[in-house]
Antibody
């Protein structure tokens, strides 16, 4: 059974960098894409991006200028950095595994989420 | 900017059938967008229901089914139960590694 667990600071100051890590257990880490998804309170889900263990990444065009994802295969972890955060970046952040249907097209395992609040 | 649209809310009676849809602000949804569907209850992470248009994830009851209806992706709940009361999101794969979530539908069972 695949398990994902988000970790990182729950409070980030405005204009600083948000950094989160997702630790994966129970599956072949190197064979899948891994994604970050966020959800402001009482709002919908937003895809942030995905990364492959090779380091290749794709990002939401609306966030691309501020987002970087990276991978540490030795620790089976992948990470998210969002620079120059504002109150609009306050959200629950989920990490998820990208599943293969006909293409790498859906999210089949999810972490429980971590709430990140941006303070003034 | 691609917008994936869903109905804001639906109400269904216990035992009834409801069909949620997932459309594009411009253009039609086809199987080539590999639509997937997720259920989310308050305070919980999303749960995967359907992927690649109509494949049920492991453990998902067969009262949930996916399809393409006209120019939209669709999720049908047949024989709704009280614990189906949740938010439902679709995702479309746009190609090039990019996915987009729909706006979400709140389903009430009463």
């Amino acid at each position: 059974q695949v398990q994902l667990q988000e970790s990182g600071p729950g409070l980030v100051k405005s204009s600083e960098t948000l950094s989160l890590t997702c630790t994966v257990s129970g599956d072949s880490f190197s064979s899948y894409f891994w994604s970050w998804i966020r959800q402001p309170t009482e709002k919908g889900l937003e895809w942030i991006g995905r990364v492959y263990p090779s380091g290749s990444a794709n990002y939401n065009p609306s966030l691309k200028s501020r987002v970087t994802m990276s991978v540490d295969t030795s620790k089976t972890q992948f990470s998210l950095k969002v620079t120059s955060v504002t109150a609009a970046d306050t959200a629950m952040y989920y990490c998820a595994r990208v599943g293969f249907g006909s293409v790498w097209d859906h999210f089949d395992y999810w972490g429980q989420g971590i709430l990140v609040t941006v303070s003034p | 900017q691609t917008v994936v649209t869903q109905e804001p809310s639906f109400s269904v009676s216990p035992g009834g059938t409801v069909t949620l849809t997932c459309g594009l602000s411009s253009g039609s949804v086809s199987t080539g967008y590999y639509p997937s569907w997720y259920q989310q209850t308050p305070g919980q992470a999303p749960r995967t229901l359907i992927y690649t248009t109509n494949t049920r994830s492991s453990g998902v009851p067969d009262r949930f089914s996916g399809s393409i209806l006209g120019n939209k992706a669709a999720l049908t709940i047949t024989g709704a139960q009280a614990d189906d009361e949740s938010d439902y999101y679709c995702v479309l794969y746009m190609g090039g590694g990019i996915s987009v979530f729909g706006t979400g539908t709140k389903v009430t069972v009463l």
